[in-house]
């Protein structure tokens, strides 16, 4: 038998700067331990106030050098930060990754930081939920500043980017002719763009590149956050170059939305969002139900032996699904 | 109205080779004109003899220029080959982006190489569908070998690649102290190791590092595929260095998975990845059903007021996705 832990006592504890029950807290909503239902409501009613930092890029462009050090910035602007950083990666025997994330140890020690690795590879939809709650508890727990670190290539990293209020586009130099951003689909969603590894030497066509597609997509696009000029900002994170201004137009950009009105239509696009994340992991669980899992077994088969297609199959299956759960 | 298209003498004239049947066959599935879903058996049906291969990485490894430079080599063995590439920021304003793809079009007269790129952004759930579609067709045409390119980030990505039955993973050196396929969480799903731009410096660094990872990957995961070498290759795209023997690598790998009767079981697992893919994109579409919109509207505006959870709300809105299917 699972006991359910105390969810009340443990946001309060959270909510008082407690940081073991802010991670207890996580690891219960992630263990989906009992009661959790009950305790989400509260949960979600208590947040609202954080600053949701997005911060995505390539493998490799640097993010956790990158937010390593906007975290030592913030701190030396008294603000605490709480980071989430989605690692697809993390199950894997282990020592080599971590390696940068022992950058950010370097703050573990201070109860004005809370570093958290989400762990989700193998974990079907659990990626987005698990660092959907882990944001939401931070923001309930009073964490002015939430950064989510993730690689952001692919639906389910944009659907996460998407919780954020801002959005950082990390690139790198050196990739020849592509255009990373651009590459991945990510030139639209990002608030500000930043490019590391700035010292080398084609950092400069990058940005100038970046700048060129920024100007394209307002002449193309007619989008509703046009008053924000989206900065392209160089930075070396490794030794702190640039840093001081990215926290700068982090907190400009804030104000921005604030001013704007686009804070309060930015938080029905993020409700919408998490009501589509969740609803789809739901959906999926409900797919994979063991209960269902002969009929999933047999049209498998049959795809397999190509006596029937995918989506005759996939419309089977959820009839099957849907039956199920109305028995 | 829309006019459905013959499906059957457009399958029987992209199976005699005729190109733009193939091209109005994908894009028919792709628009799902009438009668797509009575077409689809008949499309499934006919394939399962392509080799299918995907090659994935991170933006900026050169993997559009592999691949131009892989179906030059297959093309010199007298091989057809069909190509899809999936490029999530093709719907943008465009020029830029496509400079890369124009290399593919060196083989664009030559009727034994067909190229479709899929723009997939903005779609929800379109992605997995309409890629899978298209090496549908090509497999059902006749084409013996079929390419699957992709940004290989994130769970929709790696959906992708499992449809392959080879997959390659390409890396880049010169990213510092990360190791891409590592970070990106693709280490595992690689049958091939690429390591493009070899004639960087720091190209054998990377090389040994994947190699270190790939054993202790083996030592500790007991893999099914134990028996296959996963091959960690150099290559400079650009002037075809290394190409020849990824080449002899992705038949070798086919070989294998016939000998060691490994096909049939990855057979399987396409099938129940092809499945679950559809089945998440038809369950989407259900949510997203204006017949259901105006609940969905209402949610939205609670979660955002925070009267109520993401959870509770997907909850609610699958409740009703459901019962207006039964209605």
Redesign the interface.
């Known amino acids: 038998v699972t006991v359910a832990p105390d969810w009340k006592d443990l946001l309060a504890r959270a909510a008082q700067g407690h940081i073991a029950s802010t991670a207890r807290l996580i690891s219960a909503l992630e263990a989906r331990l009992p009661g959790r239902?009950d305790a989400?409501?509260g949960?979600?009613?208590a947040?609202?106030q954080a600053h949701v930092i997005g911060i995505t890029g390539?493998?490799?462009?640097?993010k956790s050098t990158l937010v390593a050090a906007l975290v030592m910035e913030l701190r030396r602007r008294g603000q605490r930060v709480g980071v989430v950083a989605v690692?697809?990666?993390s199950t894997?025997?282990g020592g080599?990754?971590l390696?940068?994330r022992i950058r950010m140890q370097q703050h573990a020690l201070d109860p004005g930081v809370y570093v958290r690795s989400m762990s989700t590879?193998g974990t079907l939809g659990g990626?987005s939920?698990a660092t959907?709650d882990a944001v939401?508890v931070l923001d309930a727990a009073g964490w002015p500043v939430v950064i989510v670190e993730t690689?952001?290539?692919?639906?389910?990293?944009v659907d996460i980017i998407r919780i954020a209020q801002t959005t950082a586009i990390v690139s790198?130099p050196?990739?020849?002719?592509?255009?990373?951003a651009?590459?991945?689909?990510l030139?639209?969603v990002g608030d500000i763009h930043v490019v590391n590894?700035a010292d080398r030497p084609d950092a400069n066509k990058t940005i100038s590149?970046l700048l060129?597609?920024l100007t394209?997509?307002r002449?193309?696009h007619d989008t509703s956050a046009a008053d924000w000029a989206v900065p392209v900002m160089p930075t070396i994170a490794l030794d702190g170059t640039g840093i001081r201004e990215v926290a700068d137009a982090f907190a400009a950009h804030r104000e921005h939305l604030a001013a704007s009105g686009e804070l309060?239509s930015r938080?029905?696009a993020?409700?919408?969002a998490?009501?589509?994340?969740?609803?789809?992991?739901?959906?999926?669980e409900r797919?994979e139900d063991p209960t269902v899992g002969a009929a999933?077994e047999e049209?498998?088969?049959a795809?397999?032996a190509?006596?029937?297609?995918?989506?005759?199959?996939?419309?089977t299956?959820?009839g099957a699904a849907?039956e199920t759960?109305?028995r």
């Open positions: 239902e989400l409501p949960i979600y009613s947040g609202g390539a493998p490799g462009a640097g690692d697809p990666s894997l025997s080599a990754i390696g940068d590879r990626l939920r959907v939401a690689i952001g290539v692919g639906q389910d990293e790198v050196g990739l020849g002719d592509d255009i990373q651009i590459k991945a689909g030139l639209e590894k590149d060129h597609n394209l997509r002449q193309f309060r938080e029905r993020t409700a919408a998490r009501i589509r994340n969740v609803a789809k992991d739901l959906l999926i797919i999933f049209l498998v088969d795809v397999a190509r006596r029937l297609d995918p989506e005759t199959a996939a419309r299956l959820i849907v759960r109305r």
